[in-house]
Each structure stands twice: as C-alpha cells, then as structure tokens.
C-alpha cells in the first residue's frame, strides 16, 4: 500500500491558496536613452549643443600716443647770430675779455681812441645782457661797468703803476656818458626780458589742464 508523507507540524502546512505577491520597491527612472542620431562613430553619446550665449562686443581699440620727437636745433644761417645762455660769471668774464681785447685793438689801430671803445662798448653790452640767462638776468647791469673798466687798462696813460691808476680813474671820469649809456642799454634789455618771462609764466599758469 501507498504511505503518504507527512509533514512535521514544525514546518507547518502548505496551502494551497492563490499566491499572493509582496509590493516590490519602486525602481529608479531609467535616463532616456539618445537617439542614433545624437552618437558617435564609436557608438559614444554626443551631446546637444549648448544654444549661443549673447555676443560681446570688442573692446574699442586703442591707439598708442605719437612719440614726440625733440625738435631739430635751428641750424644757424649768414643772417642769424649765436644765441647762447651764459651764467652770472660767464656773463661777466665773456664782457671783461672782449672789452680788454677791444681797448688793445683801439691803442693798436686807432691812437688809443676813448670815443672808438666807448662805441665798441655799446654792442658788447647789448649783446651781454641778451645772452645772460634767465636765472642770471640782474647780473649784467652789475658787470657791465666792471668790463668797461678792464678794457680801459691798455688805453690809460701812465707810467708805472701809479701812472696807470691815475690814467684809468681819468678816462673813467671823461668817458661816464659811454659808461652810462652801456649800463643803460644793458638794464633795459634786462628788464623787457623780465616782463616778458612774467608774462609766459602767467599765462602758462592760467591754461587749464589738459
């Protein structure tokens, strides 16, 4: 006869029910997949093209400044004369040395001619207040009179030291009108170049700022 197998009631007993399924957890969203049309040649996923962002206009360009070359130094023509910048003591050792080869030449050539210096004496000092420089302006009206005296020593009669002291202070005393008149050309020139550096000054100084 058959013998059917019984279970132990420790495994309990079977049933023979409709199954009933347990709620399964959610899965995660699959990322869609791209098209054929959006991969590689070796089958790699290309990605969309970001839309162009908004342009940026160029910065304007900028033009370098022009290099300011330095003038060319006028060259000097037959007409024109030097027009050089003498200190306060060139000043007066440039007027002294030409007064005293002036009165060598006047004793040489014309008979030791007071009235020949004292015409020489003139331009030399219309030049020497001309070619002081600014700085230096109040000096040539102060050397003009000590050249004029330098250039009487080979024009002064005398014998001997005392002679010559004696010869000078007398052409000094005959010849005040050429001495004047030097000093008085010297000083003018010296002042219209004062007024007119004052003026460049002024109105450099009411320019405004660039």
Known sequence: MEQYRTLSPQYGTRQHGPRRDRPRPPRPPRQPVPS?????AGGEPVRAARPPGPQRRPAPLRRPAPVRRPAPAPALTAGRLPNPRLTGLGSG????????????LCSALFGASLTAYGVLFLPVCALTARWVRRGDLMTAPVVVPIAFAVGLLPLA??????????????????QAGWLYGGTLIAGVIVIVRRI???????????????
């Open 196 to 210: 007119r550096l004052v003026r460049r000054r002024r109105t450099a100084g009411a320019r405004p700022p660039v």
């Open 157 to 174: 009669d005398g014998e001997g030291g005392t002679g010559r002291l004696m010869g000078l202070m007398t052409a000094l005393a005959t």
């Open 93 to 104: 050792l440039f007027c002294a040395a030409v007064m005293f080869l002036l009165g060598a």
């Open 36 to 40: 054929q049309a959006g991969r590689g």
